[in-house]
């Protein structure tokens, strides 16, 4: 066999060999192992030199207070576009003028990574097996590779702190990752507080269009399992239909035909599938074609746009900002006391140290967190 086929079948084994000493630590409450991508143990604590590699790597160590540690970045942190719904890079305009050491997506260039002034300490990577392996990674460059799970805020929300803890530990952060920890979990529990009355069979029927998903669709495109519904109780009729049988489905495709047979209360358009363009976007489709005028959400202007958060893999922070709006629309007298704008800085505030609800909002046309023009 190759030694490049060796390497990749190493590097993959110790990658899975990782992430289980990862769950078991999570599942047992023991503190979180550090290893490397070859599994062994990491010794380097208060890394001031690192860089992260892979979908939303760099957004943790954002959240960790640490992108003064970072000596290049990825090439997706250097482009310039009309559209940005990165909260983190927002906030952190510096990323685009800095040294880039491989492609998005996890596809590093060990050359580039081996010419890098200071070299860093510790390579972070949220997707261990794209470009070369962790394992083969570390190989190539001699550098400590500390795979990640990214982790959600739903069924994968163990494997999310996992990784913050492990970040933690090697940068010197363990305070602020449980900071941030908490964070999400007080706000989970305020928005479940805010409707725990609520009977879910009451509960107005919802569906949101337009979600990106390696790049922007239309209004078809969907998230069964789309957070913000989950963490205020609604009747998302894309999970609820029976067409979907997962609630991890990350994406799905629904007919036209079967979102006027749904009919549904309310109408969410996340504003990612603005990208298409004037003519061809979910906000187009929605304002022309005369199936989606015979809904009952349209008729009534009940059609709302949300702030993209499936941009590089998913943004926490619209995630939570997301939900707030939602709740607001769907039940006013429990969210009376909430702006909905003025939350999402709060929480962009907290965990990138800027507020750019407003910068993103400009962005996408001031539609987040506002109705529809349909007409």
Request: hydrophobic share 40%; proline share 6%; glycine share 8%.
């Amino acid at each position: 066999m190759a030694l490049s086929e060796n390497l990749l079948r190493k590097g993959i084994l110790s990658a899975l060999m990782t992430f289980s000493l990862l769950l078991a630590a999570s599942v047992c409450g023991a503190k979180t192992p550090v290893t490397d991508a070859l599994g062994n143990p990491v010794t380097i604590t208060n890394a001031q030199h690192v860089i992260c590699s892979g979908s939303g790597c760099l957004r943790l160590l954002v959240y960790l207070q640490a992108q003064d540690r970072i000596v290049a970045v990825d090439d997706i942190e250097t482009r310039r576009r009309s559209f940005d719904a990165r909260p983190y890079a927002l906030a952190n305009p510096q990323f685009k003028t800095m040294p880039i050491f491989g492609e998005f997506r996890g596809h590093d260039n060990p050359e580039l990574i081996l010419g890098l002034h200071p070299q860093p300490q510790i390579i972070f990577k949220t997707n261990p097996a794209a470009g070369y392996d962790a394992g083969e990674l570390q190989q190539k460059t001699g550098i400590t590779v500390v795979p990640l799970d990214y982790g959600n805020l739903t069924d994968k929300r163990q494997a999310l702190y996992t990784s913050l803890r492990i970040m933690g530990e090697v940068l010197g952060k363990q305070q602020r990752a449980e900071e941030v920890i908490a964070f999400f979990e007080d706000q989970i529990a305020q928005l479940a507080k805010r409707c725990e009355s609520i009977n879910t069979a009451d509960a107005p029927s919802v569906f949101l269009g337009g979600v990106a998903f390696k790049g922007p669709h239309g209004f078809q495109s969907t998230e069964p399992a789309y957070p913000p519904f989950m963490f205020v109780k609604t009747r998302n009729l894309a999970l609820e239909s029976g067409k979907v049988n997962s609630t991890t489905m990350q994406n799905a495709n629904i007919s036209k035909e079967m979102i006027v047979v749904w009919n549904p209360d309310y109408l969410f358009l996340d504003l990612a599938t603005l990208q298409l363009g004037e003519e061809t976007s979910g906000l187009h489709e929605l304002q022309t074609d005369p199936a989606y005028a015979t809904l009952h959400a349209v008729k009534r202007d009940a059609a709302y746009g949300v702030l993209p958060y499936n941009w590089y893999t998913q943004n926490f922070g619209s995630i939570l900002a997301n939900a707030w709006y939602t709740g607001t629309l769907l039940y006013p007298d429990a969210f009376a006391d909430i702006d909905p704008a003025v939350q999402a800085d709060r929480i962009y505030t907290f965990l990138v140290g800027k507020p750019v609800f407003a910068e993103m909002n400009a962005m996408f046309g001031g539609l987040a967190f506002s109705p529809l023009p349909l007409r």
